[in-house]
């Protein structure tokens, strides 16, 4: 094995440089001091890195880079033991290495590294100590960003920009779980030509598109749109709506169908406005974006959809333990019509809030619901909980955007949806969804109330919006009762939570006032009709959620003031029992000519 170059003075092999550094390695962990000086640890890293350089490659050379560059993630993380004597020393060599040895130069070489492990170590490496560039002094490595802008802006698909891909990436997500909002504004300002300059260079996609670049792009783009809902000053922060129409192309023709999914899912979460939900610490600051960034991915999502865009979107079956299934309807993908469905859902809010086009939106709706699959249920508003109930959260957000639909519509003479059934011909009858709803649930009162008390969904600015019209509209109610009470599907559509556990135990607290609830449910009056079996289920479920958040009010185990919630659930009582009122004075009425023929 050929000699590695002296080291302090030392002349080190291969093999002896790799057990020193895993002497190093050791100490970081018991974070105890190594015999090594700072200077030398420094120069110990530096000379591991260069080993490919002084020798021919081979596994052992591999590993020795590998080891080097693990140690090297550690001296950073090191920086901040509990121990100053350690952290200090650990600083100091950090110092050394990339003032004095310029070690961020090795580092950025090895990005386009064939050996793909080495590759991604340095990647890591070289993030490691941006970020704690950053967070020392609040400036980013020239080097790094010279690196990664050349990338972004002339390299072809490849190791190099994935890896300056990965460790932006890397970069942005540290900074935003830890809420660091100058930083990533400066790491944002630093890189917002070039990320701009990328993304129209790779999109749209095409079937020729590089995956692995792909993955790394969508990622970004989420990111950037995940820092544009606390603050928006880079203009790279709304380039997932500005390239809407580009990024509808990579759902409908990706390479890979995991890539439409990615960027279905993409679209829809900044439709939402909750863009990196799953990795930042309690979904990020939410913020609505400027009315100008949500109108342009509105109008390219809703221009899509007039153009045809729906029926091109690949929609596999979806996958299990078991294999495969070939029928939409029983295993369709359902994360990706959710996605889709959601997308075109709030788009088309936003569309009906600035514009009086009620026509247009019910034409967006109904072909939204010819590709979710029109065709396999008898009523349009029953696709809603058809394809939104296994995931609670998305179904809620499709629920109050439907509501928030039907209500700008209404004012829409044009349409009259205050008549008959011409809401549902657009399926966004809010009715008929929220007693979809209950039946999914099995008008369980229980489920209501983990939805309500759960911070995952927003059933309570949902429910707190439908009863509010519900005050306004109980003869639709009980309209839509009728229809959903003859319909085939009643018992169709369980949502994911009705599986018979709750989040609260239910079963040692005094059932006192849900057992008046449940008698009162069933001395409803509303006939033997499947119909007024609906409305006696529904308004009794209804009525025994208010006693028991009540119940629950009251010993101080709800978790925040519901007055405003008891008062509208309240309201549906009182709408319940006029209507049984009206109903006794109508049957007394109509049954008395009968009685005077019998007397005469």
């Known amino acids: 094995m050929a000699a590695a170059p002296a080291v302090g003075g030392a002349c080190f092999t291969a093999s002896e440089l790799q057990d020193s550094?895993?002497?190093v390695y050791e100490c970081s962990f018991h974070a105890t001091l190594p015999r090594h000086g700072a200077v030398n640890l420094a120069g110990l890293i530096v000379r591991g890195v260069r080993a490919q350089e002084e020798h021919d490659g081979g596994g052992n050379v591999v590993e020795l880079t590998c080891i080097s560059l693990t140690v090297l993630g550690r001296v950073v993380t090191m920086t901040t033991a509990p121990t100053p004597e350690v952290a200090s020393f650990y600083r100091l060599a950090l110092k050394v290495l990339f003032e004095d040895m310029d070690a961020m130069s090795l580092l950025v070489a090895n990005f386009a590294c064939k050996d793909q492990?080495?590759?991604?170590?340095a990647g890591k490496s070289a993030s490691s100590w941006v970020l704690y560039q950053l967070r020392m002094s609040g400036s980013v490595s020239l080097t790094w960003q010279q690196t990664c802008e050349q990338a972004f802006l002339s390299s072809p698909a490849g190791p190099k920009l994935d890896t300056c891909l990965w460790s932006l990436n890397f970069v942005l997500k540290r900074l935003l779980k830890d809420n660091s909002g100058e930083l990533v504004r400066a790491v944002l300002t630093a890189f917002d030509a070039s990320v701009s300059t990328l993304a129209s260079r790779l999109l749209p996609v095409g079937a020729a598109s590089d995956v692995?670049?792909?993955?790394?792009?969508?990622?970004?783009?989420?990111?950037?749109?995940?820092?544009?809902?606390?603050?928006?000053?880079a203009g790279c922060q709304m380039l997932v709506h500005t390239h809407a129409a580009?990024?509808?192309?990579?759902?409908?023709?990706?390479?890979r169908y995991f890539l439409s999914k990615h960027a279905a899912l993409l679209l829809k979460r900044a439709a939402l406005h909750k863009a990196g939900e799953d990795w930042l610490a309690g979904g990020g600051p939410a913020r609505e974006h400027a009315g100008s960034d949500v109108a342009s991915l509105a109008r390219a999502v809703l221009n899509g959809v007039a153009g045809g865009w729906l029926p091109s979107v690949r929609v596999e079956s979806a996958s299990f333990?078991?294999?495969?299934?070939?029928?939409?309807?029983?295993?369709?993908?359902?994360?990706?019509?959710?996605?889709?469905?959601?997308?075109?859902?709030?788009?088309v809010e936003h569309h009906v809030r600035s514009a009086a086009a009620g026509a247009e939106a019910c034409g967006y709706l109904q072909a939204l619901w010819s590709f979710l699959g029109q065709t396999e249920v008898v009523h349009t508003c029953r696709l809603m909980t058809r394809v939104f109930g296994e995931q609670d959260d998305d179904m809620m957000e499709a629920a109050k955007a439907l509501l928030a639909i039907f209500l700008q519509l209404r004012e829409d003479p044009?349409?009259?949806?205050?008549?008959?059934?011409a809401a549902c011909t657009c399926g966004c009858?809010?009715?008929?969804?929220?007693?979809?709803?209950?039946?999914?649930?099995?008008?369980?009162?229980?489920?209501?109330?983990?939805?309500?008390?759960?911070?995952?969904?927003?059933?309570?600015?949902?429910?707190?919006?439908?009863?509010?019209?519900?005050?306004?509209?109980?003869?639709?109610?009980?309209?839509?009762?009728?229809?959903?009470?003859?319909?085939?599907?009643?018992?169709?559509?369980?949502?994911s939570t009705s599986s018979g556990r709750s989040l609260v135990d239910y079963d040692t607290s005094d059932e006192s006032e849900t057992d008046n609830?449940?008698?009162t449910a069933e001395g409803l009056d509303c006939g033997n009709t499947a119909a007024g079996g609906t409305l006696a289920r529904a308004v009794g479920c209804l009525t025994k959620l208010r006693l028991l958040v009540d119940r629950l009010q009251t010993k101080k185990m709800f978790p925040y003031n519901a007055e405003s919630l008891l008062k509208l659930l309240a309201h549906v009582d009182a709408c319940e029992g006029q209507n049984r009122k009206d109903s006794n004075i109508q049957n007394s009425s109509s049954s008395q000519p009968i009685l005077q023929d019998r007397w005469v």
């Open 429 to 495: 009858n809010p009715h008929c969804h929220f007693l979809s709803l209950l039946q999914s649930v099995a008008f369980d009162h229980r489920v209501l109330l983990d939805f309500l008390i759960s911070m995952e969904t927003c059933f309570l600015e949902y429910l707190v919006r439908y009863l509010k019209y519900l005050r306004t509209d109980w003869q639709g109610f009980t309209a839509a009762c009728q229809r959903v009470g003859v319909s085939p599907e009643s018992d169709s559509g369980q949502v």
């Open 517 to 519: 609830a449940e008698g």
């Open 212 to 233: 692995d670049t792909l993955c790394q792009l969508l990622e970004l783009l989420e990111l950037l749109t995940a820092s544009s809902e606390g603050r928006a000053y």
């Open 117 to 121: 492990l080495i590759r991604h170590m």
């Open 246 to 255: 580009a990024l509808m192309a990579a759902v409908s023709c990706s390479p």
């Open 321 to 347: 333990f078991g294999g495969t299934s070939g029928k939409r309807r029983e295993g369709g993908d359902g994360v990706m019509l959710r996605a889709v469905g959601l997308l075109v859902i709030k788009c």
């Open 21 to 23: 550094l895993s002497e």
């Open 414 to 421: 044009s349409l009259d949806f205050g008549v008959g059934d």
